[in-house]
C-alpha cells in the first residue's frame, strides 16, 4: 500500500501544489487546514509523514509538532516543517520543537519529493 502522507497547510496554493506532487508520486494524502484539525487526523489515521507548515492560523506549526511528539500515539511520525523563513536560528527552532526536517517554500518539485522519500524510508524519522 502506497504511503501515507498529511500535508497541514492553510494556504490553499501551497496545499494544491502539495497535494498534487504528492498524488503524482503516487502517495495517498490526507489534508488538514490547521493545526486541531492536522493533530486528530494524525492521532486517527498514523500517516507515515506530516508535512507541516509553520505559519498556521490559531495554533502554529511548531506547537502542533510538540503536540504530536509529546504523545505516544504519534511521536514515531516523521514531521518535517513546511517553511518560508531560511534565516538563521530559524532551523533552530524547528529543531527544537522536534521537526525532524524542513523543507523551504517555496516548493522545489525534486528537492520536496526527495526529502518526502527520505523521511518515509526506515530510520527516516531519525533526527540528524
Ligand atoms: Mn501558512
Redo the contacts with the bound molecule.
Keep these: 500500500m502506497a504511503p501515507t502522507v498529511l500535508v497541514v497547510?492553510?494556504?490553499p496554493t501551497?496545499m494544491k501544489l502539495a497535494v498534487m506532487i504528492l498524488e503524482h508520486a503516487g502517495y495517498r494524502v490526507l489534508r488538514a487546514e490547521d493545526a486541531a484539525d492536522g493533530i486528530a487526523l494524525a492521532r486517527e489515521q498514523t500517516p507515515g509523514l506530516v508535512l507541516m507548515?509553520?505559519?498556521?492560523p490559531g495554533m502554529d506549526g511548531l506547537d502542533a509538532t510538540r503536540i504530536l511528539k509529546a504523545d505516544s500515539s504519534t511521536r514515531d511520525i516523521p514531521v518535517v516543517a513546511l517553511t518560508a523563513f531560511a534565516m538563521t536560528g530559524e532551523e533552530a527552532r524547528i529543531r527544537a520543537a522536534g521537526c525532524d526536517g524542513y523543507i523551504a517554500k517555496p516548493i522545489d518539485y525534486h528537492l520536496f519529493l526527495a526529502e518526502v522519500a527520505r523521511r518515509l524510508a526506515p530510520g527516516g524519522g531519525t533526527p540528524q
Design positions: 497547510e492553510d494556504n501551497n507548515d509553520i505559519q498556521l
